[in-house]
């Protein structure tokens, strides 16, 4: 089995629309979250969320892609560009897969033709509508615009989109079955009707996202992409490649228990089962970025599920939701950029918004600044909703 | 003598009665099971269904209710009791 490493990276997040500016905002724990910019607002009581500021799409595309471009494609196409800039692949593209993760697919798109003809009374919406709005445009536009001919598809599982597509394609690599891949995620729901479906559920935050804080009161939501370039250690170092980091396990559990509440049992095993296959002891680990999404029933399982694996032992967790918001489909893409961080210059980005402990989230969290320390090890969580959790275990260059 | 509203049939049906019906309907139960002072964990309501038992309340009476599931004190809608969702629903009716 191969060895596979990250050579490339690009993001478009709340908190920047390159990997050098994300790592500046979270290494400054500067939060994107902040009002919301959208139509219709004062009909909805969710009146805050991290958005992509400035987006300007035709800086990135000519007018005629634009026409076929929903929001979160926009930005996983900007992002895997950067990628494959960073990584100049030299692997065959009949043999690059690329796999993307989205929770939502074009909701943007779909929100706006419903509009259209049902609120607007139009008798026709834009044309392009259905490639618009596939959840697997992203996967198909980054296919095209690079040039990739290998497998392409999109992988969907709620909160942790991103963590299975990355997990697939690290799958895919270590096997042999590809030469490389570029795997990640993106969503943009930030739409009216997709705030007012999260409203109904009841759990989103009016003020801050205060990740495993006492008085944390739920999610806020974020939007935007990463993307990475996966390949063999072995090919990078023969073609002198910067390595930004390797993935050397990965795990995928479900609850089976319920379609929102999380069960730590499941989130546990996902844990456990990466450094599994990576083949570490729980002692190993130097860092958790959680999944951490603020709300009281998430930390608090989480929180039950890290005691369960590492025990006693205070392993320096963070929850960068709290910086730019709950990204969901794309969530464990652009918190692992907060993963690369950590390995790579040994920074691990504060969680905002804490209002002090919580007995029932008895972590070692990272508040306040960012705390140096010596990461060599780190996993990424992502426990969906109706239970679908994919763990990754990193290790530094 | 709880508030009243026109029912659909053109008779008045207490805001009790229909709040009952709702909590009945989405428990799973008989109207008259759900007494006043039934708490709501006792009919078997979970996360899920509290969430559209409110869904339900807020679509009947055009009301608004304030309640965070992460939070659930801070709205200070009392969802303890039949009852007490009950006087939360008339009191929020009277503010609209």
């Known amino acids: 089995m191969r060895r596979v490493v990250i050579t490339g990276a690009g993001t478009v997040n709340p908190l920047g629309q390159d990997v050098a500016s994300s790592f500046r905002?979270?290494?400054?724990?500067?939060?994107?979250?902040?009002?919301?910019?959208?139509?219709?607002?004062?009909?909805?009581?969710?009146?805050?969320?991290?958005?992509?500021a400035d987006w300007q799409p035709e800086?990135?595309?000519?007018?005629?892609?634009?026409?076929?471009?929903?929001?979160?494609?926009?930005?996983?196409?900007?992002?895997?560009?950067?990628?494959?800039?960073?990584a100049r692949l030299t692997a065959d593209p009949g043999r690059t897969a690329v796999i993307m993760g989205t929770a939502g697919g074009g909701l943007i798109t779909s929100d706006e033709a419903f509009r259209a003809v049902y609120a607007e009374g139009r008798n026709r919406v834009h044309p392009f509508t259905v490639p618009r709005l596939m959840a697997s445009a992203a996967a198909s536009h980054i296919s095209m615009d690079l040039g990739l001919t290998g497998p392409a598809f999109s992988v969907s599982s709620a909160c942790a989109s991103s963590n299975h597509a990355i997990g697939l394609a690290f799958q895919m690599v270590r096997s042999g079955m590809v030469e490389a891949a570029f795997a990640g995620g993106s969503e943009a729901m930030l739409s009216f009707g997709g705030l007012k479906a999260w409203e109904g559920l009841r759990v989103m935050a009016p003020d801050a996202c205060r990740?495993?804080?006492?008085?944390?009161?739920?999610?806020?939501?974020?939007?935007?992409?990463?993307?990475?370039?996966?390949?063999?250690?072995?090919?990078?170092?023969?073609?002198?490649?910067?390595?930004?980091?390797?993935?050397?396990?990965?795990?995928?559990?479900?609850?089976?228990?319920?379609?929102?509440?999380?069960?730590?049992?499941?989130?546990?095993?996902?844990?456990a089962g990466a450094l599994a296959d990576a083949g570490l002891e729980p002692g190993a680990v130097d860092h958790i970025n959680a999944h951490g999404t603020g709300t009281a029933a998430n930390d608090r399982s989480e929180a039950q599920a890290i005691a369960r694996v590492?025990?006693?032992?205070?392993?320096?967790?963070?929850?960068?939701?709290?910086?730019h918001g709950h990204l969901i489909g794309a969530a464990g893409a652009v918190e692992l950029l907060a993963v690369l961080l950590a390995l790579q210059e040994g920074i691990i980005a504060p969680t905002a918004g804490y209002l002090g402990p919580d007995p029932d989230c008895p972590v070692d969290l990272v508040t306040g600044a960012a705390r140096q320390a010596d990461v060599a090890v780190a996993l990424s969580n992502a426990f969906a909703f109706g239970g679908l959790n994919a763990v990754l275990a990193l290790a530094r260059a | 003598m709880g508030v009243t509203m026109d029912g659909a049939l053109g008779f008045e049906v207490s805001v009790a009665d229909r709040v009952r019906a709702i909590i009945a309907e989405q428990a799973m139960l008989?109207?008259?099971?759900?007494?006043?002072?039934?708490?709501?964990?006792?009919?078997?309501?979970?996360?899920?269904?509290?969430?559209?038992?409110?869904?339900?309340l807020e679509e009947a009476f055009d009301i608004s209710v304030p309640f965070n599931a992460n939070d659930p004190a801070a709205g200070r809608f009392d969802l303890s009791t039949v009852r007490a969702v009950i006087a939360g629903v008339e009191g929020l009716i009277a503010a609209r």
């Open chain 1, 25 to 52: 905002a979270l290494r400054d724990g500067v939060s994107a979250i902040a009002a919301l910019q959208i139509a219709d607002l004062d009909r909805l009581s969710v009146k805050i969320g991290a958005q992509v």
């Open chain 1, 59 to 86: 800086n990135h595309f000519d007018r005629a892609q634009l026409g076929l471009l929903d929001r979160h494609v926009q930005f996983a196409l900007a992002a895997a560009r950067q990628a494959g800039a960073q």
């Open chain 2, 30 to 56: 008989e109207p008259h099971d759900v007494t006043p002072g039934a708490a709501l964990s006792d009919l078997g309501l979970d996360s899920l269904m509290l969430v559209e038992t409110l869904f339900a």
């Open chain 1, 211 to 271: 990740p495993f804080s006492l008085g944390r009161n739920g999610m806020v939501q974020g939007e935007g992409a990463a993307v990475f370039v996966l390949e063999p250690r072995e090919a990078a170092l023969a073609r002198g490649a910067g390595i930004l980091a390797e993935i050397v396990g990965f795990a995928m559990t479900s609850d089976a228990s319920d379609i929102v509440l999380p069960n730590s049992d499941g989130a546990a095993r996902a844990m």
């Open chain 1, 310 to 323: 590492f025990g006693d032992r205070d392993v320096p967790l963070t929850s960068t939701k709290s910086l």
